[in-house]
Each structure stands twice: as C-alpha cells, then as structure tokens.
C-alpha cells in the first residue's frame, strides 16, 4: 500500500519537476516473473525505474550498508529495497532472488554494471547478474535510464532534483543455453548480450507513455499482490 501511495505521489512529480518520460511499457509484463536489467548511474535509478512501470510494483537490491543510512535506508524499504552484500558470489542467496521471480510473482530490478558510472558512461557487465539471469529463467527486459547521471553522479551528495529523465524499455533479451555455453563462461557471456541490449535502446524511437495514461495505469492497479520486502530473503552477495 505504501509503495502504491509513493508511486500515485512520484508520477506526477517526475512529470512536472524532470520532465519525466517512460517509452517502450508495452514491454513489461503486468504479471509473472520478470527481470528488468538497466544501466546504473544514480542513487535515483530504481525510484525513477519503478515509477516508468506503471503496470506493477518492482523490486531491487541494494547495499546492506545502505539500509542504514538515516531517511534514505527508510526511503528504499518503501520502494521495496532488497539487501544485499558485496564480496563473491553466494549461491543460496542467488538462488533465493531468482526464486523471486521464478514463483511469478515478482520483477526484479538488477544492475548489470554492479555499481554507478563514474563518468555517465555505460560500464561491462558483471557475471553474477547473468548467473542469476540463468537461475531465474524468466524473461528480462533491457532497460535504459538516461538523465540521472546529471541528475545526481556518484560525487554529489545531494540531488538537484531538475532536470530530464528517460526511462526506455526494450523487447525480451534473446538467448539460448548451446550459444552461452560455447562462450566457455555462460553467465559472463549473458551478462555481456544483456548489456548490449540495453546500449541498443540509445537508439529507440517508440513513443513516451502519455501522462494522463500512465497516471490512469497507476490508480487501477490492484492493491491486492503489491507485496513487500520479504522477510525470509537473507543479505546475499553477487559479484
């Protein structure tokens, strides 16, 4: 319900205050697992993300270190945070997100970068996120995020909240078990395709979802399944 409430307040802020613009929804499915891979370059990403998918509440994960940073760590429990720690890969923790959306009832955000941009540029992509691609065996959408990088960089310690943000979505990443397994490392190898596909939304041209339609999209949907962070998930680590 709180996440709901957030995203009914966040929608027509984002529109009036960043010029806020979501192309390309048509591409996230409003029911089912689902992972939505972007590019990382601000704190605001998965705020900004989740307020492009009109259709359905998301899920990301962050730094446990993050969850206690006084009103921040309180501002992304609200849009479902999940915590996760650095340092190898840990398979029952990976397995536990895949299983997120694996059961059909959740689409997770992830990073393929593994953190934010130092220069505004795309980076490589990091394999515990093809890992857990594979794991999940669920759809995952490209996403692109543009503007955030101006809008608070990793050197900022505020936002300036102004400016111009885009949230693009893509079809379905494409891949096949034979063609990552003759890369001789599959995750890496999905990695990579993942994040070119994201770099391939530079050049999209669909339309931006209309302000009253996305607005409208938000108030119907049910409240019924908004879930929240769940309590059984431990802090994993990806690499």
Same mark, same amino acid.
């Given at each position: 319900?709180?996440?709901?409430?957030?995203?009914?307040?966040?929608?027509?802020?984002?529109?009036?205050?960043?010029?806020?613009?979501?192309?390309? $929804?048509?591409?996230?499915?409003? $029911?089912?697992?689902?992972?939505?891979?972007?590019?990382?370059?601000?704190?605001?990403?998965?705020?900004?993300?989740?307020?492009?998918?009109?259709?359905? %509440?998301?899920?990301?994960?962050?730094? +446990?270190?993050?969850?206690?940073?006084?009103?921040?760590?309180? /501002?992304?429990?609200? /849009?479902?945070?999940?915590?996760?720690?650095?340092?190898?890969?840990?398979?029952?923790?990976?397995? +536990?997100?895949?299983?997120? $959306?694996?059961?059909?009832?959740?689409?997770?955000?992830?990073?393929?970068?593994?953190?934010?941009? $130092?220069?505004?540029?795309?980076? %490589?992509? &990091?394999?515990?996120?093809?890992?857990?691609?594979?794991?999940?065996?669920?759809?995952?959408?490209?996403?692109?995020?543009?503007?955030?990088? +101006?809008?608070?960089?990793?050197?900022?310690?505020? %936002?300036?909240?102004?400016?111009?943000? +885009?949230?693009?979505?893509?079809?379905?990443?494409?891949?096949?078990?034979?063609?990552?397994?003759?890369?001789?490392?599959?995750?890496?190898?999905?990695?990579?395709?993942?994040? &070119?596909?994201?770099?391939?939304?530079?050049?999209?041209?669909?339309? %931006?979802?209309?302000?009253?339609?996305?607005?409208?999209?938000?108030?119907?949907?049910?409240?019924?399944?908004?879930?929240?962070?769940?309590?059984?998930?431990?802090?994993?680590?990806?690499?």
């Amino acid at each position: 319900m709180l996440y709901r409430l957030f995203h009914i307040l966040a929608w027509p802020f984002a529109r009036w205050r960043l010029r806020f613009a979501a192309r390309g $929804t048509r591409h996230v499915p409003a $029911t089912g697992g689902v992972i939505l891979a972007a590019n990382h370059a601000s704190f605001a990403d998965p705020i900004l993300i989740g307020c492009a998918v009109t259709s359905r %509440p998301i899920f990301f994960m962050a730094k +446990e270190e993050l969850f206690r940073v006084p009103v921040f760590g309180f /501002v992304i429990r609200l /849009v479902n945070a999940l915590p996760i720690r650095r340092g190898g890969v840990n398979r029952r923790a990976l397995e +536990e997100f895949a299983g997120l $959306t694996r059961d059909g009832s959740r689409a997770l955000l992830v990073f393929p970068e593994g953190t934010r941009t $130092t220069d505004g540029s795309l980076g %490589p992509a &990091k394999r515990g996120v093809g890992a857990l691609c594979r794991a999940a065996r669920v759809p995952i959408i490209p996403t692109l995020i543009l503007g955030t990088y +101006e809008l608070w960089p990793r050197w900022r310690l505020f %936002p300036r909240w102004r400016g111009r943000i +885009e949230v693009r979505f893509g079809a379905p990443v494409q891949w096949s078990d034979d063609e990552l397994n003759a890369s001789g490392d599959p995750s890496g190898a999905l990695a990579t395709l993942i994040m &070119k596909r994201i770099s391939d939304l530079h050049a999209t041209d669909e339309p %931006p979802l209309g302000f009253r339609e996305g607005y409208r999209a938000i108030l119907r949907r049910p409240t019924a399944g908004a879930g929240g962070v769940p309590s059984d998930v431990a802090a994993g680590r990806l690499e």
